[in-house]
């Protein structure tokens, strides 16, 4: 299984990114995966995930009604669009993803819990 993010970059408060993961080498169709945030000296915190069993989607409080994740499934890609950015915004960003059927009994879906694969990240810097 491979995630590979990009759409990093630098932006001035109150604009836009949009990250994309491109997912390969999956076995299975069912897979929950979403989008993970890390500072330097801090652990990776979870900002947002989507279910491609049912589309279900999960977001941080610190991103509602800013961020929305999105899935194209003919493009095996997930995409985090991020508007009215802040500073406090900026990290390395992460695609994280694990196969439903790998998930303890009586979980049905979870946004960083159990989760196997990662992508390298990518980098978002916003200026004040």
């Known amino acids: 299984v491979q995630l590979v993010e990009s759409g990093g970059g630098l932006v001035h408060a109150g604009g836009s990114l949009r990250l994309s993961c491109a997912v390969s080498g999956f076995t299975t169709a069912t897979y929950t995966i979403g989008w993970f945030r890390q500072v330097p000296g801090e652990g990776r915190e979870a900002i947002s995930c989507?279910?491609?069993?049912?589309?279900?989607?999960y977001y941080d409080d610190s991103v509602k009604g800013r961020f929305t994740i999105s899935r194209d499934s003919a493009k095996n890609t997930i995409y985090l669009q991020m508007n009215n950015l802040k500073p406090e915004d900026t990290a390395t960003y992460y695609c994280?993803?694990?196969?439903?059927?790998?998930?303890?009994?009586?979980?049905?879906?979870?946004?960083?819990?159990?989760?196997?694969?990662w992508g390298q990240g990518t980098q978002v810097a916003v200026s004040a």
């Open positions: 989507i279910s491609t069993a049912n589309g279900v989607t």
């Open positions: 994280g993803a694990v196969p439903l059927r790998t998930l303890p009994a009586g979980r049905v879906t979870t946004c960083g819990d159990y989760y196997t694969y």
